[in-house]
């Protein structure tokens, strides 16, 4: 079934936290974890976070992010809570200006299919302004192209919209910008059963979970890639 537009979470998906703002206290608790493991600390965050029985809040949610992150990091267990209370309170803006390993070729890869793409984000205002920054991808507006980023038919942010994943109206917003209809054919891509598999759900759309290390709670329902590249294949392309 070939695709009529793919719609992309921004965290998880192509950005991460940045690396100046969470290695210093980690490197203070002595480690030093490359750019891989962060990513794949990233991931298991987001998998406890998808198998919690009540669901995150936004004023905690940072801090609830990153006590599985800093476990994931090599962080022991009995100093993971005071080490995220630490980061909290240290990590202002919760920047996630770092772009993924190969997210670019993956983004490259997914434009190749030639349907509408665009980014729809649970943010706080930035992620458009990043996106751009780091040279992954840009908006029409302002249409001054990125050299050797990849151009959006839309970049949605929560905080800009006033709504958010897994709120299917978010989605009905990046569908409208791009004239494209809802449904099966229409691909959201994201990281979070909570917010990106429920909410595609929610909204009509086929969700596809982008789960490196298998790491899904409930994973029967819905396919799963382990990097942005491997989608033009998932999608027939």
């Not at 987001?46 to 476990?71: C, F, R």
């Not at 993971?80 to 190969?102: I, N, P, T």
């Not at 978010?170 to 990106?196: C, E, M, Q, T, W």
Request: glycine share 10%.
């Amino acid at each position: 079934m070939a695709p009529t537009a793919i719609l992309l979470d921004a965290g998880g998906v192509l950005v991460f936290p940045a690396p100046a703002h969470v290695l210093p206290p980690l490197r203070e608790a002595g480690l030093d974890p490359d750019l891989a493991t962060l990513e794949r600390a990233h991931y298991h965050a987001m998998a406890v976070q998808d198998a919690a029985q009540v669901p995150p809040v936004s004023q905690t949610w940072w801090h609830d992010y990153l006590v599985p992150y800093v476990a994931a990091c090599g962080v022991a267990q009995d100093q993971c809570e005071a080490l995220a209370d630490q980061m909290a309170s240290r990590v202002v803006g919760r920047s996630w200006a770092q772009a993924g390993l190969g997210a670019l070729d993956g983004l490259r890869a997914v434009a190749g299919l030639g349907v509408p793409i665009g980014v729809v984000s649970n943010s706080d205002g930035t992620v458009e302004a990043d996106l751009r920054s780091i040279g992954l991808c840009y908006a029409p507006h302002p249409a001054e192209p990125v050299p050797g980023a990849v151009p959006m038919g839309v970049i949605i942010d929560s905080a800009v919209v006033g709504v958010a994943k897994p709120d299917p109206a978010i989605f009905a917003i990046a569908l409208k910008a791009l004239n494209v209809p809802a449904g099966p054919n229409v691909l959201h891509v994201g990281d979070s059963l909570r917010y990106d598999v429920a909410g595609a759900l929610a909204a009509g759309l086929q969700p596809v979970h982008m789960d490196p290390f298998g790491l899904c709670p409930a994973p029967d329902d819905h396919p799963h890639i382990r990097r942005l590249a491997d989608l033009p294949a998932l999608a027939g392309g």
